[in-house]
């Protein structure tokens, strides 16, 4: 079965520091990858996605995210944070059952402080 | 503005008593998805639908029902809340051509079982 581990739980990080957001998955196939953000009272926006090719991922805001295949890993970067990234991270792995549905990862919470 | 709409945004509720959550989208999306997000478990799937009049079970369907009868709802029923469905339910729904991308998530449901 499919599986996405975030390591961190909480990860805070100074305004204008870099940042970068762990996330392993279990997949027995090609795996289709996401890292969605959650704002406090609001839905999950996505940031990103890997579907093939380029393993260098560009999103909106300004992250961007790495495929390893051979790490299992896609882990999130942004160069320089701002006091807004502030959220809940979480990172998914799409499974073809249940109607396509996204297998999630426990979710990582971003502070930033000034 | 187009989207999923959650209603309501916050409940408590006591042990026994039952409630629907109500999740309407205007996107004229086939496939519609019930989450809960539990902290330290990310978003699991509880019940999904493929189409009117069709709803299949996810991954803890346990304790919960679900019904469409019209495209644009989906309806997420508790019969007998329990303390252990105290959590955070999330709608979405996606089209039937677009991929796992195609993902549209409402702001959430924060319900409380005392």
């Known amino acids: 079965a499919q599986s996405v581990t975030q390591p961190d739980i909480h990860i805070t990080v100074s305004e204008g520091a870099s940042l970068e957001l762990r996330c392993n998955y279990s997949?027995?196939?090609?795996?289709?990858l996401f890292w969605y953000v959650q704002s406090p009272g609001q839905g999950l926006q996505l940031l990103l996605k890997?579907?093939?090719?380029?393993?260098l991922v560009q999103g909106i805001k300004g992250f961007e995210a790495e495929f390893k295949r051979s790490q299992s890993s896609f882990n999130l970067r942004k160069p320089s944070v701002h006091w807004s990234d502030a959220a809940e991270y979480f990172c998914?792995?799409?499974?073809?059952?249940?109607?396509?549905?996204?297998?999630f990862g426990a979710g990582t919470i971003l502070r930033v402080k000034s | 503005n187009a989207g999923v709409t959650q209603t309501p945004k916050f409940r408590v509720l006591k042990t026994g008593q039952s409630m629907t959550l109500l999740c309407a989208q205007d996107?004229?999306?086939?496939?519609m998805y019930w989450y809960r997000q539990d902290p330290g478990m990310g978003l699991r799937l509880i019940h999904y639908?493929?189409?009117?009049?069709?709803?299949a079970k996810g991954e803890v369907p346990d304790g919960y029902n679900v019904s469409r009868l019209k495209k644009q709802n989906f309806l997420l029923g508790l019969e007998s809340a329990a303390p252990s469905q105290t959590s955070v339910y999330f709608c979405?729904?996606?089209?039937?051509?677009?991929?796992?991308?195609?993902?549209?998530f409402g702001s959430g449901t924060r319900l409380t079982v005392v």
């Open positions: 996107m004229n999306h086939e496939y």
């Open positions: 997949y027995g196939a090609t795996p289709y």
């Open positions: 639908s493929v189409g009117e009049g069709t709803t």
């Open positions: 890997y579907f093939s090719g380029d393993t």
């Open positions: 998914a792995v799409g499974a073809m059952e249940y109607g396509n549905k996204l297998v």
């Open positions: 979405a729904s996606r089209r039937v051509n677009r991929g796992l991308d195609g993902y549209t």
